[in-house]
């Protein structure tokens, strides 16, 4: 258990090493200013990264083995029935899908980052759950329906330019303040907890279904995932908008069958 | 001191109910399947439970870690350049943060190996261990390129002001384009390769840094011209893998 902690600890050292390398450079040669609050600084980044070790060495203890385990069950034709013809036979793997998707969004710890930068950029109009729950449903949507992809063999690229063109019309009409979020928001969803678990499903499904290969079929699971908050996250700034002027409108009214005659 | 530490103690206590309510959908929702769908009992119950625990101190002390040193340090350095007022220099700087982050990903190294095991298999290069090895490093330098040339672009967006749409809407057109004419092979992973490459380190720096420079460059606001940093890191990728595909295929 020490061994593993140490060895997270490690290889998150090394993955940090080249960014730490690059800041400090810039900073002291061509900034070439001392770090203010640096013992702060300092300590914040150890924080950060003592925090990622645990955090992936707990996963990797903890959630993947079982989450990989259960999406192998889930797709096993033990559990789906051999005479399963039918992509709704596949009900369980869409519903766990989505579920595990919205889960391991909420968990995801960048967007955690960009949320908190977000709410207090926009003084508090955007709040740090609104904008996560928009993206967690986005990715719970996206990697469901990424599933029933791998199920019908139907092509990856279909969806992604009919998902281009919802993209495309949806910032036609969103809110001008949100979309440079939204578009961010799609990057972020997919790291360190959703990546895993989710090419896991992916692979065990693609090595299930009939006439699927697991090399060709198993990708493009994180392209759903990153796709869909982008349109959640627009939605989401609509249907405020939406409500905000419903509100607005009523406040209206009342004011006018207020008015004395 | 003491207060301080009070603060710093009230603070980590705070962060721990947030990463407790953060991490509970997970155990939730594989409980719920593991015991009345696949209908199997919790396997090492013991070792879960040590794990959730870790993964709580962890990300209570990354989210305490990230508000005292990486949102500080981007946004420090980002007024820094911006009073430096030397645009090469930037430009260095944001090339160096996209490529430097990414070369070195492990999501990233994981995905390529498997790329090109799919390319051996499909005949597109010799099936020995030296040329998968070639591909794989190759494809990884394609998707570090990728991420610096985005960050440039997007440090070049915010200095200037341009609106992000007429970019994101005119690389939609260049991958949907480029996926008619790639080898079909190498879409999967290219359409992926873009989110694999924004990592749990680089997304609070790079949101810090664009944000600090939207504020502190005058007439831009924060909101649309702060963020649209990691779209462009999570988009060229896509285009940068399919045109990789082109030239070796």
Same mark, same amino acid.
Not at chain 1, 150 to 157: C, D, E, W
Not at chain 1, 209 to 238: C, K, N, T
């Given at each position: 258990?020490?061994?593993?902690?140490?060895?997270?600890?490690?290889?998150?050292?090394?993955?940090?090493?080249?960014?730490?390398?690059?800041?400090?450079?810039?900073?002291?040669?061509?900034?070439?200013?001392?770090?203010?609050?640096?013992?702060?600084?300092?300590?914040?980044?150890?924080?950060?990264?003592?925090?990622?070790?645990?955090?992936?060495?707990?996963?990797?203890?903890?959630?993947?083995?079982?989450?990989?385990?259960?999406?192998?069950?889930?797709?096993?034709?033990?559990?789906?029935?051999?005479?399963?013809?039918?992509?709704?036979?596949?009900? $369980?793997?869409?519903?766990? %899908?989505? +579920? &595990? !998707?919205? #889960?391991?969004?909420? /968990?995801?710890?960048?967007?955690?980052? @960009?949320?908190?930068?977000?709410?207090?950029?926009?003084?508090?109009?955007?709040?740090? $759950?609104?904008?996560?729950? %928009?993206? +967690? &449903? !986005?990715? #719970?949507?996206?990697? /469901?329906?990424?599933?029933?992809?791998? @199920?019908?063999?139907?092509?990856?690229?279909?969806?992604?330019?009919?998902?281009?063109?919802?993209?495309?019309?949806?910032?036609?009409?969103?809110?001008?303040?949100?979309?440079?979020?939204?578009?961010?928001?799609?990057? @972020?969803?997919?790291?360190?907890?959703?990546?895993?678990?989710?090419?896991?499903?992916?692979?065990?499904?693609?090595?299930?279904?009939?006439?699927?290969?697991?090399?060709?079929?198993?990708?493009?699971?994180?392209?759903?995932?990153?796709?869909?908050?982008?349109?959640?996250?627009?939605?989401?700034?609509?249907?405020?908008?939406?409500?905000?002027?419903?509100?607005?409108?009523?406040?209206?009214?009342?004011?006018?069958?207020?008015?004395?005659? | 001191?003491?207060?301080?530490?009070?603060?710093?103690?009230?603070?980590?206590?705070?962060?721990?109910?947030?990463?407790?309510?953060?991490?509970?959908?997970?155990?939730?929702?594989?409980?719920?399947?593991?015991?009345?769908?696949?209908?199997?009992?919790?396997?090492?119950?013991?070792?879960?439970?040590?794990?959730?625990?870790?993964?709580?101190?962890?990300?209570?002390?990354?989210?305490?870690?990230?508000?005292?040193?990486?949102?500080?340090?981007?946004?420090?350095?980002?007024?820094?350049?911006?009073?430096?007022?030397?645009?090469?220099?930037?430009?260095?700087?944001?090339?160096?943060?996209?490529?430097?982050?990414?070369?070195?990903?492990?999501?990233?190294?994981?995905?390529?190996?498997?790329?090109?095991?799919?390319?051996?298999?499909?005949?597109?290069?010799?099936?020995?261990?030296?040329?998968?090895?070639?591909?794989?490093?190759?494809?990884?330098?394609?998707?570090?390129?990728?991420?610096?040339?985005?960050?440039?672009?997007?440090?070049?967006?915010?200095?200037?002001?341009?609106?992000?749409?007429?970019?994101?809407?005119?690389?939609?057109?260049?991958?949907?384009?480029?996926?008619?004419?790639?080898?079909?092979?190498?879409?999967?992973?290219?359409?992926?390769?873009?989110?694999?490459?924004?990592?749990?380190?680089?997304?609070?720096?790079?949101?810090?840094?664009?944000?600090?420079?939207?504020?502190?460059?005058?007439?831009?606001?924060?909101?649309?011209?702060?963020?649209?940093?990691?779209?462009?890191?999570?988009?060229?990728?896509?285009?940068?893998?399919?045109?990789?595909?082109?030239?070796?295929?």
């Amino acid at each position: 258990m020490l061994e593993q902690l140490v060895l997270a600890v490690v290889n998150t050292l090394f993955d940090v090493a080249p960014i730490v390398a690059i800041l400090l450079f810039f900073q002291l040669f061509v900034l070439r200013r001392p770090l203010p609050h640096l013992k702060r600084t300092l300590l914040g980044f150890g924080y950060v990264l003592v925090g990622l070790a645990l955090f992936l060495a707990g996963l990797e203890k903890a959630l993947f083995p079982l989450g990989r385990l259960m999406a192998k069950s889930l797709t096993d034709p033990a559990f789906i029935g051999t005479a399963a013809a039918s992509w709704r036979d596949y009900g $369980w793997v869409y519903a766990f %899908a989505a +579920a &595990i !998707g919205f #889960a391991t969004t909420v /968990a995801e710890p960048a967007l955690i980052a @960009v949320s908190i930068k977000a709410s207090e950029v926009s003084g508090g109009t955007i709040t740090v $759950w609104g904008l996560r729950t %928009a993206v +967690a &449903i !986005g990715v #719970a949507l996206g990697i /469901a329906l990424g599933s029933f992809r791998i @199920v019908t063999g139907t092509p990856l690229h279909w969806y992604i330019v009919a998902g281009y063109v919802v993209v495309v019309v949806q910032t036609y009409f969103a809110p001008r303040t949100i979309i440079p979020l939204a578009y961010d928001s799609g990057g @972020v969803t997919t790291s360190t907890v959703t990546v895993p678990l989710v090419a896991a499903l992916g692979l065990g499904l693609a090595s299930t279904v009939p006439g699927r290969s697991p090399l060709l079929d198993g990708f493009g699971l994180i392209a759903f995932a990153s796709l869909f908050p982008i349109m959640s996250v627009m939605g989401y700034a609509q249907i405020g908008d939406w409500r905000a002027r419903r509100a607005a409108r009523r406040r209206q009214t009342r004011a006018l069958q207020d008015q004395p005659f | 001191m003491p207060a301080e530490m009070r603060q710093l103690l009230h603070d980590l206590l705070r962060s721990l109910r947030d990463s407790l309510r953060d991490l509970a959908p997970i155990v939730l929702v594989v409980a719920f399947f593991q015991l009345a769908v696949v209908r199997a009992p919790l396997p090492d119950l013991g070792g879960m439970l040590a794990g959730a625990a870790l993964v709580v101190a962890g990300l209570t002390l990354f989210v305490r870690g990230l508000e005292m040193g990486l949102f500080p340090i981007g946004e420090t350095m980002a007024y820094g350049f911006a009073r430096k007022g030397s645009v090469a220099w930037l430009l260095l700087f944001a090339f160096a943060l996209g490529f430097g982050t990414t070369i070195a990903e492990p999501a990233l190294i994981a995905i390529a190996e498997e790329a090109a095991t799919v390319a051996a298999q499909d005949g597109a290069i010799a099936v020995t261990e030296g040329a998968r090895a070639n591909y794989a490093y190759g494809l990884r330098l394609t998707v570090a390129l990728s991420v610096g040339a985005a960050v440039v672009l997007g440090v070049v967006r915010i200095l200037k002001g341009w609106p992000l749409h007429g970019f994101i809407m005119a690389g939609y057109v260049l991958v949907v384009i480029m996926t008619e004419i790639a080898p079909p092979e190498i879409i999967g992973i290219a359409y992926d390769s873009g989110g694999v490459t924004t990592s749990t380190v680089t997304v609070p720096l790079v949101t810090a840094l664009g944000v600090g420079l939207a504020q502190s460059i005058r007439g831009r606001n924060p909101l649309l011209d702060g963020f649209g940093l990691i779209a462009f890191a999570s988009l060229t990728p896509m285009i940068f893998v399919m045109g990789y595909g082109m030239v070796i295929g």
